[in-house]
């Protein structure tokens, strides 16, 4: 027997952006488009009818925006969050800051090439998390002096010294591979390492713990 393919529901308000977004996830054998909308509220109301695997939202939208549309489909408290996959422009980064703090599973960049974008839905349906390394110390870095503690001392944490160490270069957006390769341990150590961090601070995925290091300000 074989696997279901992956449910995907593509929200972008641009017609010939969605219809291409459509056209190459419909052409994976291992993906469907379970529906497509043009904006945050009625990809709300369609996620709760459809019930796709993952959402594709863009970010600036008419009737209600991809970030609280992705508040509603994956922030704090929703009983049966949906994975939602941010693509945007880089020059929202701030929106798509605020998109991972809604409940985001990550984000890609529209003129990222078509694999990538496979990749990425691939990724966030199977439970990980997927932030661009390239993009992400820009991006929630600079907005790293808004979002830490007043004093600008890390607060308390249940995290050992390795385990923080760990935490500081998962938030520099480095994969489990170059984290084995900077501290000189197996990749299966870092992934053990990820699952402790992640359950001492009751987070979902990496994604959150990149917006945790700096909200502690744990991150220079």
């Known amino acids: 027997m074989t696997a279901a ?9 641009q017609v010939l952006v969605r219809t291409g977004l459509v056209t190459i996830i419909d052409a994976q054998p291992d993906l469907a488009v379970a529906g497509e909308c ?36 994956a922030g704090a408290g929703v009983p049966h969050p949906v994975k939602v996959l941010v693509v945007t422009t880089f020059n929202l980064d701030s929106y798509v800051y605020e998109a991972l703090r809604a409940g985001a599973s990550g984000f890609l960049l529209k003129d ?48 050992t010294p390795r385990e923080l160490e760990v935490l500081r270069l998962i938030a520099d957006g480095l994969s489990n591979g170059e984290i084995a390769g900077a501290l000189q341990i197996s990749q299966e150590t870092v992934k053990t390492f990820v699952s402790r961090i992640l359950t001492k601070l009751e987070l979902r995925d990496r994604v959150q713990a990149v917006v945790y290091a700096y909200r502690q300000g744990l991150v220079t």
């Open 112 to 159: 990222a090439p078509p694999a990538h974008l496979l990749h990425g839905i691939r990724t966030v349906a199977m439970g990980a998390a997927l932030l661009d390394p390239e993009v992400t110390r820009q991006l929630v870095g600079r907005f790293a002096a808004r979002i830490r503690p007043a004093d600008g001392s890390p607060q308390d944490t249940p995290l």
């Open 38 to 73: 043009g904006d945050g509220q009625t990809a709300v109301e369609l996620a709760a009818e459809l019930r796709p695997d993952v959402v594709v939202m863009d970010v600036r939208m008419p009737v209600l925006d991809g970030i609280e549309a992705t508040r509603l489909l």
């Open 5 to 13: 393919p992956t449910r995907v529901l593509v929200c972008d308000d």
